[in-house]
Every structure is written in C-alpha cells, then in structure tokens.
C-alpha cells in the first residue's frame, strides 16, 4: 500500500532520526535499537503521536494518557515523555533538533497558531522562518546518515547532527531570515558559561540565567560545566529554593552561612542593628558569631527597605575576600521574596570575580536583571 507522508510526518521523522542516531530510547531498561515509522500513530496532519506498544519507559507521568493497551504521547512536546534516557544535555538537544526540524520542513511552529503556551518556544530559541531552505538533496542525506543500518556510517554524537543541520540552513541565516542563531546546541551554552567562569576568573563580574521548561536539563548544564572547570579551591554555593517552603531570607542566609564558615566574620563589623538582627535569626553561623541580637520591632519595620541593600552590601565584602565566587540560585521562580531584594541589590553593586548563575522556568525571566545574559 503506497503510503503518504504529510509535513507533520517530515518534520517528525526528523525527530525520529535523531532518537535512532544515537540508540538512546529504552524499552524495559534495553536499547530500543531500531524504530521505525510503525512506531508512530498517523492518526491525522493535526495529531501525530508515539505510540508505545513496548511500554517504553517515561518519567513523566502527567504526559501519559491511556488508549487502549497503549501508552502513547502528543509528540508535539518529547521532551516530556521521558523517552530520551541518555545525558539530559542529548535529550534537550533530540527536542531542539527535532522542533527545528518540524519547522525546516514545514514553516510551522511546533504549536500551531493559538495553541500552547508561547514561552515553550524559548526551548527552541525563536520561530524559524524557513521559506528560503530548497536543499532538500542535503536534508535527504542528512536522514539517510542518521537513520544508516551501518553505526560507522552514522553521526558519531548528536553535536554532529546538529551540526550539518545548521550548516544546512546557513544561507537562510546569512541572508537576514529570523532564521539566524536559532539552531544553538548545549555545546554553545557550554561555552557561554565557560566563558563566564573565566570572566570572574580575570577579575570580572558575571550574570547569567539559564531559563527553560522544566525537564530539559537547566541544572544538568550548569553541573555539568561546574564539574569540568570549577577548581577545587574557588568559593561555590548553590540553592535550590522550594516551591512549597518560603521561609523569608532563606537563600540569603545559607550564603551568609556558607561565607562565615570561611572564617570571614569581621567582614561583618559595622553592620546596623537591624542588619544583625537579622542576620542572628536568618544564620546559624552569624547568630554564633554576633550573638541573638534584639531589636525593637518598630525599629525593624522602619528599616526594612534599607535592609535588602545594607545585607546586599555585607555579601559583597564576604564574597569579595574569596579569590573566586561563584553563586547558583536554581528555581529563580520560587525565591523568597526578601532573598530576591536582596540579590537585586546584589547584582546592582560593582564586584569582582564574581559569578551569578540564575536557573528557573520561564515564569523566572522576569526576575532576570535587565540586560543580564540569558540562556534559553
């Protein structure tokens, strides 16, 4: 039986190609070596779906919905299926090269027009205008490559594939198409961070968000640059905040606790009563060192929009004592409010060798410093 292949088919088995590059779906924890289109449910161009007769493993189970014996998911959105159980960094980069690809083949956004939520696109960068792309020879070798029987014959790593598609839409980026710096792989955001990190290395401050969906590896790609090139001996904190805890000062005060442990306590000398104050109650390590303060509580009430800026200013002398800080504040969206005061003002101050590194949804962006770098 002839079968026809609609854009929405295109587009998704440029997706598929890539999951096949590099064997990175499971099925009961064994490699799913070989897929093909049978692996897909074309029930219409306007709903194509996975359909998973051999139960493949998710993570995700708010995306399963059940038909029949079957589990199957929208493929609209595959990075929350759970499928790509490799390095998250991969998975991110299966997603955007599969959306891209949706898009390079069809001039449509992976949404559909009205549908979805707008800020899920910052996952693939921006829309992708692809009306100047005509190769489709190159495109045709590109899939042969990736889906090859041969391993030797296929790309080596998934860098590679996105690689040859960028290269394959280049003319459109250099001719001005919105095109332009869309298709960007972990590996760029890798060297965006690394670049940072040598920024405070040379006496530079730096400001960086990572802001995506959850799921997608945010705080997997700054470990994984962590890991690689943050010396042992360098300051580095990290805070996770808490969707269901916000305590106020919270974050602040395990850096405050984290400094002082380094043995920088007289960096707290002239600090207001009311700055002690809290410092005894949001601390462990301040309270032992300063004592429990009081503080009339009128006195505090008076002063506290003076407080986020004067605690701001007493981190920057901690973190100024250290050769190197680097400070992470992941779920930016959850916060508490007066850590957030107080990190404003923090971002605000001149520093030196200094790195922030804000992670969160995209519900965090506006919390992002105007004119700070972002990672999308």
């Not at 070989?34 to 189970?61: G, M, Q, Y």
């Not at 990075?79 to 390095?87: K, N, S």
């Not at 998975?91 to 949404?111: E, H, K």
């Not at 391993?151 to 003319?171: I, W």
Request: with cysteine.
């Amino acid at each position: 039986m002839e079968r026809r292949f609609s854009r929405y088919h295109r587009g998704l088995w440029l997706w598929l190609s890539a999951v096949r590059a590099t064997r990175t779906v499971v099925t009961d924890g064994h490699v799913h070596s070989r897929l093909s289109e049978s692996s897909f449910d074309f029930t219409n161009d306007k709903a194509v779906r996975l359909l998973d007769n051999d139960r493949i493993c998710t993570s995700a189970e708010a995306t399963r919905k059940r038909q029949a014996a079957a589990q199957i998911w929208p493929c609209a959105a595959p990075e929350q299926t759970g499928l790509i159980e490799a390095d998250i960094d991969e998975r991110s980069n299966v997603y955007n090269l599969g959306v891209l690809g949706l898009m390079i083949l069809t001039g449509a956004p992976p949404y559909g027009v009205g549908e979805g939520d707008p800020d899920r696109e910052t996952i693939v960068r921006r829309p992708v205008n692809t009306g100047m792309l005509h190769n489709a020879p190159a495109l045709k070798r590109i899939i042969e490559r990736a889906t090859a029987k041969q391993a030797a014959s296929r790309f080596s790593s998934l860098v590679d594939l996105e690689t040859e598609v960028a290269l394959l839409v280049a003319p459109a980026a250099a001719a001005g198409s919105p095109a332009a710096g869309a298709l960007v792989g972990r590996s760029e955001q890798e060297s965006a961070l690394a670049e940072s990190f040598e920024a405070a290395r040379t006496g530079r401050s730096r400001v960086v968000a990572i802001i995506g969906e959850p799921g997608i590896g945010k705080t997997y790609l700054w470990q994984s640059v962590q890991d690689r090139l943050l010396h042992p001996d360098e300051f580095r904190f990290f805070f996770k905040s808490s969707q269901i805890s916000t305590i106020p000062y919270r974050a602040v005060g395990a850096l405050f606790d984290e400094l002082l442990q380094r043995g920088e306590a007289g960096q707290l000398g002239g600090a207001s009563r009311e700055a002690r104050y809290v410092l005894s109650r949001i601390s462990r390590r301040a309270s032992d060192l300063i004592g429990a303060e009081s503080a009339d509580s009128s006195d505090v009430a008076g002063a506290q929009s003076a407080l986020p800026a004067e605690l701001s200013r007493l981190l920057s002398r901690l973190l100024t004592a250290q050769a190197v800080s680097v400070v992470v504040l992941d779920d930016l969206q959850w916060l508490d409010e007066q850590s957030y005061a107080v990190v404003r003002e923090l971002v605000a101050l001149e520093a030196e060798h200094r790195l922030l590194v804000l992670i969160g949804r995209p519900e965090a962006r506006a919390r992002v410093p105007e004119g700070e770098e972002i990672l999308r």
